[in-house]
């Protein structure tokens, strides 16, 4: 049990009435000592409110998406709106919401807690950081709806240099988008260096902060290509250029690679946090400590690593060289490998647990399920000849859904239950956690399941119409997408609630042993009364039988 | 595992309204698919078991209840390792070797020229002199595709085959492929292009050996022989793409429905009307730019060099025969 160097001799209860009496980061009201904060928590509780807010809003355009899906011909929207729709929900999801979800809500809070600081390296960074997003998010927002974006959230070339659409504003606003992602990466990156408390050795970080740090890696060596790609669009559109214009001399194709150069290590962001939290909720929940630490830690750098070399598996077909499509395959399921690892690894770490069934538990249980499925469809689209079938079609659809909604959406929902006491002093309903999970889980599955059958037939994805003998498994899809919009909904409606009717959360609901429970919930501002000193891991829970003979250590 | 992988296709194409298995790849690839299906539901099965077994078996039953002091096991973790490795190679090799098979041509395949525009596919046959649009192929015989597209990235997809390339504005993409089986296929555009990408649909018919002659000595089906000019025009109206964007029942489209509107007097954009006589239709065929019926954006695409002074006249032939207003 990592111990607070401060009075040995005043029971807990004692110090954390004091901790309470420096104030809770929540106390000081007002909205400029929101707008101006600099504290890490407050950033990370105003990303979340954002990110919230733009899940929702995708989450809609999905549902209006999938309506007009229910029947074959295009009877609800119009082509150039239903093209409009999944461009918007496409660039809400990725840009405003999944890219900074977790690290920007989950890590922003967080990242300084487990590491015993009083806040990340650079907290006014940190504010400017968030206020980019929000300036970003405006611009986007505002080109796409107030514009005709219906490029697909890809902007593919020449579609996107000669369409009359609202590209270049729209563009920029992603370009702006990508300097919240830049300095949030940057920040973590300084924070995990130089901010540990003593005795917070790497070794003994949780892994939610390695997989944090391995995510700001990615964060910060890839935005800026996507930032020039853009600048290169934006540029080829106002200035005539011919990068990738074939009509004035450039290359289609060239844009795909910069553009996937970057957004193929995004899926990495994307998914490396949602790992993390996976680490953190069995290991909480199941009473015991991660099976295969270092193994498991290694592989997000791994991964991260391998992940900007995988790029042209998004283009097996678009005509870039064979060689280079090899060369991609092959390492495409090198970087399978870490990924099972970490999968095996959580299933390993239930044997010999003792594990409760709550709203954590659930969502990582769930989570071990889709993202299985997820990652197994990834090896069908690895492999070349297969792909050429599955690409551009539903199969691809289901997959990213899979990995990113069944991955990190539930990863993130079950974080935020598990930390959700830490962060507003309150719990939430047991009971509608539960039932929210169930429909959340049942509701995925009809949606995208089917999915991965409908584009094994052939059905090809971003079609407002389609043949009449998809339309079952459309109609099917569509059914379960209310089911999912009932959960999302479900959990937001008992979250919020909670904030103002939940039970008073204590410090530590879970019992857990890492820095961010030794303190109150909600923390105060300075998050620690005292620096803590650390003396040990962060999954050495008491229930662990030290008696039991340590197995081999493998990792 | 290609034996049982060839047998399950074969069940599945058999088992109602699966997608048919119709060419050399086709079968190659649902080979590699059931056999990587088969893995995964494997693996499936055992994680997801595994962890459910663990969940049940190891639930709390207790508060406080022990847990064991396990930080990991070398073995363990390295045979987990590499068994998934060895997996991986095993299918990364299959599906490298399917698709460079794929990506080279037989020396003696039909050769076909592609042309993908919003939003309809045309075919030349070089050697033959035929401009088509349905893709017609005799069964058993290698076909070479060389594709390229007029203005975006379109992407060629047929799924009973299996196989789709993109089709690029500014260079050639090749694909072939041996069908073997008789039928008409669904080609899709598989690359969004815009308003019309989920419309822009086409058809392979694979012929027998004997038919296919007939097509080949009748022009490809193009010259009308045999039918009236309405007929003709009427084919010619859903071959050549016509049907895409113009409907002929009253039903607004991309561009204005076609019945009823001989002998309107149309407003223009910028100003102006037009009478809908012979010759304004041969000039929307011919420079659809230039005068457009309010209402409607101006990307028609022209078919200057594309028709023949027959097929023009029979084209304008059936819209007149369309008549008066619903």
């Not at chain 2, 990506?103 to 042309?115: H, K, L, M, N, Y």
């Not at chain 2, 070479?144 to 009973?160: E, N, Q, R």
């Amino acid at each position: 049990m990592s111990s607070i160097a401060t009075d040995a001799n005043a029971p807990l209860g004692e110090e954390l009435a004091r901790e309470a009496a420096h104030g809770s980061y929540l106390a000081e009201k007002g909205v400029l000592s929101w707008i101006l904060t600099k504290d890490h928590k407050r950033i990370g509780v105003m990303y979340l409110g954002s990110i919230l807010l733009f899940f929702m809003v995708g989450g809609l355009l999905a549902l209006a998406v999938r309506l007009e899906l229910l029947t074959a011909k295009g009877d609800l929207l119009s082509a150039d709106a239903y093209n409009k729709a999944f461009t918007l929900h496409g660039a809400i999801m990725i840009f405003l919401f999944i890219i900074p979800s977790i690290p920007a809500s989950i890590g922003n809070f967080f990242l300084p807690l487990m590491l015993g600081a009083k806040d990340v390296a650079f907290p006014k960074l940190n504010l400017a950081s968030y206020h980019i997003y929000v300036v970003g998010a405006v611009i986007l927002l505002y080109s796409i709806i107030a514009g005709t974006m219906d490029t697909g959230w890809t902007f593919y070339t020449p579609y996107s240099t000669q369409t009359g659409a609202s590209v270049i504003a729209a563009t920029f606003g992603v370009f702006v988008l990508g300097f919240s992602s830049i300095f949030t990466g940057l920040n973590f990156i300084v924070t995990v260096h130089k901010m540990r408390a003593p005795g917070l050795t790497w070794n003994r970080m949780p892994l939610f902060v390695w997989a944090t740090y391995a995510t700001a890696i990615i964060q910060v060596l890839a935005t800026p290509v996507l930032a020039i790609t853009l600048v290169l669009l934006i540029m080829e559109r106002m200035l005539g250029i011919g990068i990738f214009d074939p009509a004035r001399g450039g290359d289609p194709v060239l844009y795909q690679h910069f553009f996937w150069f970057y957004s193929h290590p995004a899926v990495y962001i994307m998914i490396l946090p949602g790992f993390g939290i996976i680490s953190e909720l069995i290991t909480v929940h199941a009473r015991k400590n991660i099976f295969g630490y270092r193994a498991i830690a290694l592989s997000s750098v791994a991964i991260a690593v391998i992940g900007f070399f995988v790029w042209g598996h998004h283009m097996f077909t678009s005509g870039q060289s064979q060689f280079a499509g090899v060369l991609f395959s092959f390492l495409t399921f090198a970087v399978a490998v870490p990924t099972a690892i970490k999968v095996f690894s959580w299933v390993a770490t239930l044997y010999k647990g003792s594990i409760s069934f709550n709203t954590p538990m659930i969502y990582a249980l769930a989570f071990i399920v889709l993202f299985t499925i997820g990652g197994l469809t990834g090896v069908f689209l690895g492999a070349m000849s297969v792909d050429v079938h599955l690409h551009d079609t539903y199969f691809v659809v289901a997959h990213f859904h899979y990995v990113m909604m069944g991955g990190t959406v539930i990863a993130f929902l079950g974080g935020l239950h598990h930390w959700w006491p830490k962060m507003f002093g309150r719990m939430y309903s047991e009971r509608w956690g539960k039932i929210a999970a169930a429909l959340v889980f049942v509701g995925f599955n009809l949606t995208f399941f089917t999915q991965f059958l409908l584009g094994a037939q052939g059905m090809p994805r971003r079609y407002h119409e389609y043949l009449p003998r998809y339309a079952l498994l459309h109609q099917l899809s569509t059914v379960g997408s209310q089911i999912l919009g009932i959960g999302l909904f479900i959990v937001l409606i008992y979250l919020i609630h909670s904030l103002f009717k939940g039970q008073k959360a204590p410090a530590n609901p879970w019992e857990a042993v890492s820095l961010e429970w030794q303190t109150a919930s909600p923390p105060i501002t300075h998050n620690f009364v005292v620096t803590p000193r650390v003396t040990s891991g962060p999954y050495d829970f008491p229930e662990i039988d030290s008696h039991t003979a340590k197995a081999s250590e493998g990792g | 595992m290609s034996w049982s992988g060839h047998t399950l296709s074969h069940i599945a194409a058999a088992s109602g309204p699966w997608l048919p298995s119709a060419s050399t790849s086709a079968e190659r690839v649902d080979s590699l698919l059931w056999f990587i299906t088969v893995l995964s539901a494997f693996f499936f099965v055992l994680v997801v078991g595994t962890m459910v077994v663990f969940a049940v078996k190891y639930r709390r039953r207790t508060p406080g209840q022990k847990t064991a002091n396990i930080h990991g096991n070398r073995t363990v973790e390295i045979v987990w390792a590499a068994i998934p490795a060895v997996l991986l190679v095993i299918i990364f090799a299959r599906g490298f070797h399917d698709y460079m098979d794929m990506a080279v041509p037989p020396g003696d395949s039909i050769e076909v020229r592609v042309t993908g525009q919003k939003w309809f596919w045309s075919f030349t046959y070089p050697k033959l002199g035929i401009n088509s649009n349905e893709l017609v192929v005799p069964v058993d015989r290698p076909v070479k595709l060389t594709m390229s597209s007029m203005d975006v990235i379109h992407s060629f997809y047929v799924p009973a085959f299996r196989l789709k390339r993109d089709v690029l504005p500014n260079r050639y993409t090749v694909m072939w492929f041996n069908p073997n089986q008789t039928g008409t296929f669904d080609i899709f555009c598989a690359e969004y292009c815009g308003t019309g990408h989920s419309v822009m649909l086409g058809q392979i018919k694979v012929l027998s050996d004997v038919e296919y002659r007939k097509w080949v000595d009748s022009g490809g089906g193009m010259s009308g022989e045999g039918m009236s000019s309405v007929d003709f025009g009427k084919q010619l109206f859903t071959r050549q793409g016509c049907a895409t964007c113009h409907s002929v029942d009253g039903s607004k489209k991309t561009g204005p429905s076609l019945v009823g509107r001989f002998g309107n007097v149309e407003s223009l954009i910028g100003g102006g009307t037009v009478t809908v006589d012979d010759n304004y239709l041969r000039e929307s065929i011919m420079n659809p730019g230039a005068k457009v019926v309010v209402g409607y954006e101006p990307v028609m695409p022209t078919y200057a060099g594309k028709l023949k002074e027959e097929q023009t006249n029979a084209l304008i032939d059936y819209i007149k025969s369309l008549g008066a207003k619903p």
